[in-house]
Structure formats: C-alpha cells, structure tokens
Nanobody, 121 residues
Framework: QVRLVESGGGLHHPGESLTLSCAASGPIYSIHVMGWYRQAPGTQRELVAAITHDDIRSYADSVKGRFTISRDDAKNTAYLQMNSLKPEDTAMYYC???????????????WGQGTQVTVSS
C-alpha cells in the first residue's frame, strides 16, 4: 500500500517559521493531488493547502500569504512552509495523497499519521 510519513512538527513561538514534510512511498504510478489538513481538539478537520498534478494550489483563507505548499516529484514528497506562525495554527497536521498505483492502475487515497504543531508563547 501507499504509505505517508510526515515530519517537521514541534513547539514554536508566534512569528516563527516551520516546514513540514510528507514523504510518500509504495507502488505509486502517479499522484493526482497532495494536500495538508489540520485538526485541533474539538474542531473539524480542515484543508490547509493542496497542490494538484497540474500545479494548481489551494489554501485556507486563514493561512493565505503565510503558508506555501510545494512538492518534489522525484522524491514523491510534499512540503508545507509555514511562516508567521500564530497560536491558532496549533493542530495536528495530516498529509493526504491521492493517485494511482501500479501495475493495475487502482486509485489510492492515503493519509499519514500526523505531526503535531504547537504555537505558544
């Protein structure tokens, strides 16, 4: 199966920067979209940022201008650069990747286990 491993979370102060990584591995033929979601206690999971195969990027209004999503196709890795961190960015961040496997071309929709980001003074 396609597996995702997130890394880069941790404790930071407001105004600092942080970059998350999501490495996908397994029988990947192609990737359609890679995205980052987050969920804070007592809240619903929300899309933070996503990037499609044709490089269309989407961002939540709360992070526009501060966060940037990118990917390295050769490494099947997505990144989330997080600048000007705010306490409200505190959440568990999850990576999601959708695409097709080989050799059968089956669809896959994989999630990572999450990485915790905490922003406090």
């Amino acid at each position: 199966q396609v597996r995702l491993v997130e890394s880069g979370g941790g404790l930071h102060h407001p105004g600092e920067s942080l970059t998350l990584s999501c490495a996908a591995s397994g029988p990947i033929y192609s990737i359609h979209v890679m995205g980052w979601y987050r969920q804070a206690p007592g809240t619903q999971r929300e899309l933070v940022a996503a990037i499609t195969h044709d490089d269309i990027r989407s961002y939540a209004d709360s992070v526009k201008g501060r966060f940037t999503i990118s990917r390295d196709d050769a490494k099947n890795t997505a990144y989330l650069q997080m600048n000007s961190l705010k306490p409200e960015d505190t959440a568990m961040y999850y990576c999601n990747v959708q695409g097709f496997t080989y050799p059968t071309g089956d669809e896959f929709d994989s999630w990572g286990q999450g990485t915790q980001v905490t922003v406090s003074s």
